[in-house]
């Protein structure tokens, strides 16, 4: 199971590269990222840049946008994970 919390390792896929809800990874035109904070809005990722490091400014995204490595949406482990604690 995927767990999100802060240093979790996120992938930003625009919604043009998802089919069915399932995101195209392959394109190029992905960004890996670290999340660094989350509001009620959205999560704060610091993204690779292209050397390679990971920045220091966070950008907000919306939580719809983002994928685990694995390809499971953020957005549906955060639904679980609120359904089993009940709220």
Do not use: W
């Not at 990222?33 to 220091?56: H, L, R």
């Amino acid at each position: 199971m995927n767990i999100l919390e802060v240093g979790s390792t996120v992938v930003y896929v625009p919604s043009h590269l998802r089919v069915n809800g399932v995101p195209d990874m392959s394109s190029g035109q992905c960004e890996i990222g670290k999340v660094s904070s989350c509001n009620d809005k959205y999560i704060f990722v610091k993204y690779a840049t292209p050397n390679g490091q990971i920045s220091e400014q966070s950008k907000a995204t919306r939580i719809d946008d983002l994928f685990f490595p694995n390809g499971d949406s953020v957005f549906d482990a955060v639904q679980l994970f609120l359904k089993l604690k009940g709220d």
